[in-house]
Nanobody, 125 residues
Framework: QVQLVESGGGGLVQAGGSLRLSCVVS????????TAWFRQAPGKEREFVAR?????????DYTDSVKGRFTISSDNAKNTVYLQMNSLKPEDTAVYYC????????????????WGQGTQVTVSS
């Protein structure tokens, strides 16, 4: 069983500020899983934010609205995936979820078998 635990959210950050979210993946060999970040704002569907496929290549992909501001990365030694968020905007406010799946990463939430509990990111204007 794969378990994901997010951290780094909570509290309030002003627009233009930065946060780094972390997701610790346990239960299986970290390198066997592709990971991604999704987010869900109140009243909206869960949406793709960023994905990381670090099994053989360091491949990253982002939704258009966060390109140039967010960076996904991983530390295999720590079994951890990060989401560095810079130049935050009020529209980035959401619960952020880390997800993992065997195989390659995708931008579709339905492809992921394992999810963290979510961490709240709130950006004030």
């Amino acid at each position: 069983q794969v378990q994901l635990v997010e951290s780094g959210g909570g509290g309030l950050v002003q627009a233009g500020g930065s946060l780094r979210l972390s997701c610790v993946v346990s239960g299986r060999t970290f390198g066997d899983y592709a990971t991604a970040w999704f987010r869900q704002a109140p009243g909206k569907e869960r949406e793709f934010v960023a994905r990381w496929s670090g099994r053989t290549t360091d491949y990253a992909d982002y939704t258009d609205s966060v390109k140039g501001r967010f960076t996904i990365s991983s530390d295999n030694a720590k079994n951890t995936v990060y989401l560095q968020m810079n130049s935050l905007k009020p529209e980035d406010t959401a619960v952020y979820y880390c997800a993992a799946r065997a195989g390659t990463s995708t931008g579709y939430s339905g492809d992921y078998n394992y999810w963290g509990q979510g961490t709240q990111v709130t950006v004030s204007s």
